[in-house]
């Protein structure tokens, strides 16, 4: 994580303005704001400040703002092999061949700085048409896309969601064949919409990828169309490139009556021999609302469930795998990996501010497991 952001985010967790810290440290405001903007680079002394009073070690300060002690420096160049070796091995995890390539392969899109950073992801403020050109071929693991559906809805001066269905879908088409393209053999993509989208986006993507599930979820509470059936599911396309690299099962609860605790299905004189574990998850489902309780939403609009993501990424993903998001919206994919330690990048057109403060907000650092556990 890059000195501004660890700055900003040791700042965060002692409730501390930019004014209070500047008052502190006896320096000058606009010069502290320059420093967590990462305008200017922090002196020593400021780094022997802020580590004092943060209670960090100044040589990891130094380290996020760029500077290699001098003695560490003197074993990298006199022990460049091993060095690299170790480092290899070291962070293997951490390594950066996914990143965004300077230029993109086709000569079309923009790199940007990212917005926000952690040791497993990296969030861009751009639109996804811009940043996809920029990551190379097959180099991502699993790709969960939730658009805007086209239905008005206001997510910011910068996005339109009212666009005529021609231009939806020319627009759709473009990021799906980039998602396409940047998916590994093996890897898995997700795309959550209105079933009137999906049954177009399934009919283009099952030109290069692999269909394997059309998923129901089941929406509780809608409004009914004049003239059309009651509309019950959102759909989540799952298809794969090639043969599924990762598929892992989960298992769910046997469904009891709320009521009575007895079983609500008739297993006609099976139930003993059903796995104690739970039972086969199936591609209707209707045990996870997809949409997150008003009470967490750090974004007003179509913050999905963390427990969908979760389940997504424990069906497609192992640990380490990489995974992307093009319609970051609340951050649910970023906040789901982190948890689950999958690597993440993304990006969100409109306001990143929600999201960086879901990933560095005390729930998450102090708490991760209580806000799923509250859901
Ligand atoms: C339905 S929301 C995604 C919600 C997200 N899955 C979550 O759980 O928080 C769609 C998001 O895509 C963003 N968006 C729309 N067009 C975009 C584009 N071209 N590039 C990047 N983001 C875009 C919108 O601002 C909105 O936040």
Redesign the pocket.
Known sequence: MSFSMTLRELRKKRHLTLRDLANRMRIDHAYLSRLETGSVPPSDRVLRQLARLFGVPAEELGLAAGKLPQDVAHIFYEHPKEAASLLRERFAVYNTTFMPNDRSENGHGQQSEPVFETSRGRLYQC???DLLPTIPSESVDMIFA???FNLRKN??RL?DDDLAEEKYLQWSYQWLEELSRILKPGGSLFVYNLPKWNVQYGSFLSRTLTFRHWIAINIKTTMPIPGRLYPAHYSLLYFTKGKPGVFNRPRVPIPTCRHCGGDIKDYGGHRKWLNPEGLNLTDVWDDIPPVRHQKYKS?S????SVKLLQRVLEISTEKDDLVFD????????FYAAELMNRRWIG????DCQPIIERLTGDLFTNGKLAEIAAR
């Open positions: 639109d996804c048409l939730d658009p805007p997510y910011g996005v974004r609009a179509n913050e999905l093009p319609f970051g919206g609340g951050g649910t994919t990006c969100e057109i409109e």
